[in-house]
């Protein structure tokens, strides 16, 4: 179990929150880019580690992230007009671009030179696999866009959806990695390996996180080995039928943006790709124009008491997703890790806490947190057949990096 204070430390993400300093140095998401698709379309409200931003597509496709609150009344942007390079405040007219510059003033008399010295708080960003990503974190720190894998394939072998979490990044996170559950709470699910437990664990550290092993006996007395990346803050890419990734961005202490991607780097399934596309694997479907599933926590996750007493699902909830949301926010906006009783089956849980508490005091010491060379991005989660008593670090370093990029082409 953590201490409360540990808690506190790995949760709290706001600006003047430790972790919050600690995320703010890395490339995060913020919207898709299909939401602000057309030069000057409407603005999106975006909520990203505590902080109110909008996003906007000026008149010549570039992609602003700004402070929610104009600078002059602190009225809201997300009502402003898109026009003309730059997004215009309703109240009196104040106009900034994408840069944070106030471009015009017309309620102050002209010549006065007061516009020049007002700007609004903005942030960069790029665009990568249909996502605007950006960094909020000190400007001359900023690093090179990560390498991810899935973010160099072509569209038609990704596929990608987001949906809230009515809690905590970490909880979020702690689910993703923990291997013992799939027996269990996606029963009846179709998920791999679901009715079997691991019985060998393993956490290897990497210059991007971890990589965290889970082993299954075999009859022929073999080891089964899957791996899943934890990659520096708050990814997880991990093999399955296709391959899968998932972010757990944190919006602010109590609520999560969760992005999944279904990715076919050695060429597309196109009936694994239609599955996806219908919500079915790891995606949700949502409340037409918001990010909130259908199945949430007001409407107890359109649980089917009947269908769980029958045994054809463990839970009686529909998809893997909402399986997982619903036990995650059951646990409170944050849960508390000081009345948790840990055992082996939680080794990846307790190494991804270990590491991320050292990685926020190494960055709060002043040092460089890790994942922040693009190259270091670059591995791929795999499974493998090793006999009994075979190191398992040996064989996991040797295909980590093997065949990583071979179907990726730049869009």
């Known amino acids: 179990m953590l201490s409360r204070a540990e808690n506190e430390l790995l949760t709290r993400t706001g600006p003047d929150a430790p972790m919050g300093r600690l995320m703010r140095r890395y490339w995060l998401p913020a919207v898709f880019s299909d939401q602000i698709a057309r030069p000057d379309s409407p603005p999106v409200r975006v909520r990203l580690l505590g902080e109110k931003l909008v996003a906007f597509r000026d008149s010549l496709g570039r992609v602003g992230l700004l402070d929610e609150r104009c600078p002059h009344r602190t009225a809201s942007l997300y009502f402003g007009r898109n026009e003309e390079c730059g997004l215009r405040c309703v109240y009196h007219g104040w106009k900034f671009d994408v840069d944070g510059a106030c471009v015009d003033m017309p309620s102050e008399p002209p010549g006065g030179g007061f516009q020049h010295k007002v700007r609004i708080k903005s942030y960069p960003c790029v665009e990568r696999a249909g996502i605007v990503w950006t960094y909020m974190g000190p400007p001359e720190l900023k690093p090179d866009f990560p390498e991810l894998e899935w973010t160099l394939l072509p569209e038609s072998q990704r596929y990608a959806s987001r949906h809230i979490q009515e809690c905590n990044w970490l909880q979020g996170l702690e689910g993703g990695f923990d291997a013992s559950h799939i027996a269990f709470l996606h029963r009846g699910s179709g998920a791999i390996n679901q009715n079997v437990v ?55 202490d109590e609520n999560t943006m969760l992005y999944s991607v279904d990715c076919f780097p050695n060429g597309v399934n196109e009936a694994l790709l239609e599955r996806s596309k219908a919500f079915g694997h790891i995606h949700t479907e949502n409340i037409p124009g918001t990010d909130r599933a259908i199945q949430n926590r007001d409407n107890d996750y359109m649980i089917d008491r009947a269908v769980q007493a029958s045994g054809r699902s463990f839970t009686g909830m529909k998809g ?46 002043g040092r460089t947190p890790p994942a922040l060379d693009p190259a270091s991005y670059r591995a791929r989660s795999t499974k493998f057949v090793l006999p009994r008593g075979a190191s398992f670090r040996s064989a996991m370093e040797d295909q980590l990096r093997a065949q990583y990029g071979a179907g990726a082409a730049a869009e």
């Open 198 to 252: 691991p019985s060998l664990y393993e956490t290897v550290p990497t210059d991007f996180g971890l990589v965290i092993g889970s082993g299954r006996e075999t009859p022929d007395d073999d080891i089964r080995w899957g791996t899943a990346l934890f990659i520096a803050p708050f990814h997880k890419v991990f093999a399955s039928n296709p391959d899968g990734a998932h972010m757990w961005v944190p919006m602010d």
């Open 320 to 365: 893997l997703g909402i399986q997982d949301c619903a036990i995650q926010e059951s646990m409170g906006p944050i849960a508390d890790r000081t009345a948790e009783h840990l055992g082996v089956s939680d080794t990846a849980i307790i190494q991804i806490r270990k590491a991320l508490l050292q990685m926020v005091r190494d960055h709060e010491a």
